[in-house]
């Protein structure tokens, strides 16, 4: 058992903390927050230090990094700017995902190397209208005509699909098939005709777009798949364990970031005579925070070291992010309890936490979700 990083690890996260100290400073995150703009700068730098295609194998262009590694990477990065870390996750590490466990050798050859030197974006398209928790009831069509598939539907809930050069589509290519067993992954290129992609406005993490997708007679050359025909659900599950670690990264950097300015914040404040960091009703806040963000760090680990063993982890993976997930939203929560009115103006970060925070609960399935995945293989 081992409860520390590695040496490379350390090296890795000391490497970039240095670059995002100097690159991603909180006036930086803080504008791209105001202004609901990609930190296209910031990605210019990652890209420039190689930190693109940690994901992507040596092989095509990357550093070949195992989940642990990148685990490691996004808690830094979402402990600076952690919309950041979830444009990171959508536009980089799905796509590397997907093509490489399931794109053909032309496909890898052609995007990845593109995807690790930032001159390829990408988005993830699964949710409709109709269709979010019960993700694989989705009714887009896509109907082979010739060396074609058209497709025809809405997408609903795609994160940077406005800066995406490509979005990893589901679509039901099989209308007769069981509901698991009709869908494809389709490699659309955004500029499509017949792809309208709209902005939606929402509470948080405001860098990283939004959208619906309306598909109207959108033609894509019979090769435009990921995986094999009518498989598609395979590519969803077989990452999905891998993808739960990273969303727990994300939330465990974000929930220490609120806890280090809590602390900072409770250290300087004073009221009643005394810095309110001395108060015993703080500090057991500041207790629980800090026990709850340890305990979701180290089911993290774990579960980052099963999926680089190859052993099913589908509970640990679960319980990972909801424990972190949860975690985040409460270290939010008592951040703004901490901070008083100050935590409520927007000119302080706290505000920006409490209202990112709650994407956590929802994105790699919402806490209901989660639960009744934990308690599945409780009853198996
Ligand atoms: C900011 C943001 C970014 C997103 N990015 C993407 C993206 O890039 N790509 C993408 O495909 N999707 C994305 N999503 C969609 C996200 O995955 C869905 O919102 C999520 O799966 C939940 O689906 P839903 O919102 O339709 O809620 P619903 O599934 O309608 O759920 C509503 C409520 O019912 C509960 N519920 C549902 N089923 C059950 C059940 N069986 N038992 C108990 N309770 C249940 C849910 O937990 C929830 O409380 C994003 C969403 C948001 C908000």
Avoid at 189 to 196: I, N, Q, R
Avoid at 211 to 233: C, M, Q, S, Y
Avoid at 305 to 326: F, W
């Amino acid at each position: 058992m081992n409860f520390e990083l590695t040496d490379d690890q350390k090296a890795m996260r000391d490497q970039l903390r240095a670059l995002l100290l100097a690159e991603c400073k909180p006036e930086y995150v803080r504008a791209c927050d105001e202004e609901e703009r990609y930190p296209r700068e910031l990605f210019e730098k990652l890209a420039a230090g190689g930190w693109l295609g940690l994901p992507i194998a040596e092989e095509y262009g990357g550093s070949g990094g195992s989940c642990a590694d990148i685990c490691v990477f996004l808690e830094e990065l979402a402990w600076h700017f952690e919309a950041a870390a979830n444009i990171y996750y959508t536009s980089i590490i799905i796509a590397a995902d997907a093509l490489q466990h399931f794109g053909t050798e032309a496909q890898k050859k052609a995007l990845l190397p593109k995807l690790a030197r930032g001159e390829l974006r990408f988005a993830f398209s699964l949710s409709e209208p109709n269709s979010g928790s019960d993700a694989a009831s989705l009714r887009t069509r896509a109907v082979r005509e010739g060396d074609e598939w058209v497709i025809n539907g809405q997408k609903m809930f795609c994160s940077c699909a406005q800066i995406a050069d490509y979005i990893l589509m589901m679509a039901r290519s099989d209308a007769q098939a069981p509901k698991h067993d009709g869908i494809t992954m389709f490699l659309l290129d955004a500029k499509t005709p017949g792809v309208d992609i709209r902005r939606l406005k929402k509470l948080g993490l405001k860098p990283m777009d939004l959208n619906e997708i309306f598909l109207t007679d959108v033609r894509l050359p019979a090769d435009a798949i990921v995986g094999a025909v009518n498989k598609g659900w395979r590519n969803v599950l077989k990452t999905l364990d891998y993808e739960r670690c990273c969303l727990s990264a994300v939330n465990v950097g974000a929930a220490q970031s609120c806890l280090d300015k809590a602390i900072a914040y409770a250290k300087q404040r004073e009221q009643f005579g005394q810095k309110i960091a001395d108060f015993q009703l703080i500090r057991q806040k500041l207790a629980d925070m800090d026990m709850e963000i340890d305990a979701a760090r180290l089911m993290l680990w774990r579960s980052a070291n099963l999926v680089d063993r190859g052993v099913p982890n589908n509970k640990q993976s679960a319980m990972a992010n909801l424990a972190s997930s949860e975690t985040y939203v409460r270290a939010a929560l008592n951040g703004m309890r901490i901070m008083g009115g100050w935590g409520y103006l927007m000119e302080y970060d706290m505000q920006r936490h409490y209202r990112d925070s709650k994407l956590a609960e929802i994105g790699g399935g919402t806490s209901e979700i989660l639960r009744i995945v934990i308690s599945r293989e409780l009853l198996r």
